[in-house]
């Protein structure tokens, strides 16, 4: 279980992607029912620490506290050489199982550490060449909002920080409290992120109002049935319009987006009630408990069974 969390911060630091790991796992949130994280925010001596915006952050702590953190994540430094013992140390915490996170070009540390030979990964897409040509042995990825391979974890620029550190927690503590959290950051919907891990969120968040009322539609119905031709329809476009429009605001397909919506209310149905596999696949628009396993197995390389198995006994 995911109690502790360590965050290395080196010279020149990001600002934003250093905010996003302290808001994640550095809030406490006790009072609403979520869990506490041990957060400690490291350097190498434990001093302050400039970053690239032009003012210095104090951590609190050296590197010890890294040597015990369930998580172990580093922000980005704007390409930096890491330093000797910060490599030392995501080595060792690799090496005794822990989780090790990249933000952004904090990519670059994890290669430098040797983490990621043989693994996918990836980081900010301006960076990815010069990841792949530094790490030849590394499995760059540069189309990919975050990476799982093992308990290595990398993401991409800026707010694929927030994909990731959601999906490791609703990976070590299930989807409900990952989505508490998202609500709590007022973030957009799930992305996917190279492996298919989707965070359950509110009402999504589009680029412009055309989608909005549909998507809130949807979302209440998803036990209906909806075709390109009825949600056109409901939007008072041509289906081809619709289908472009659609992608183009949400990222995704009709079909891909109505899909992930449904198996995420079947995860947190499969979690939170005793219905049955094929109530909950009722419920959430699959028609068939064979089709919501299909999908199950397609999206999360599991069953509903094997889903409910492993969360509902957390909760």
Known sequence: MLRSVAVIAMQEVAVFELGVLCELFGYDRTPEGLPHYDFA???????????HSGFAVA??????????????AVVPNDIQQAPAEVIDVLRRAHERGAWVMSVCTGAFALGEAGLLD??????HWRHTDRLAARFPRAKVDPGVLYVADGTV????????????????????????????IARRMVVPPHRDGGQAQFIETPMPTVSCE?????????LETLDREHTVETM???VHMAPRTFARRFRAETGATPHDWLTGQRVLL??????????????????AGFGSAQTLRHHFGQRLSTTPQGYRGTFKAKS
């Open 153 to 180: 974890l990398t993401s991409a620029g800026t707010a694929a920080a927030i994909d990731c550190g959601l999906a490791l927690i609703r990976e070590e503590q299930g989807s409900a409290v990952a989505a508490q």
């Open 118 to 123: 043989d693994r996918r990964c990836t980081t």
């Open 41 to 51: 925010l490291c350097s190498v001596d434990g001093g302050p620490v400039p970053t």
């Open 266 to 283: 079947a995860r947190r149905l499969l979690e939170e009630t005793d219905l049955s596999v094929d109530a909950i696949a009722d419920r």
């Open 59 to 72: 951590p609190s702590h050296d590197l010890t506290p890294a040597e015990t953190a369930d998580l172990v």
């Open 210 to 218: 055309t989608m909005q009322p549909l998507l809130t539609h949807l």
């Open 232 to 234: 056109a329809d409901l």
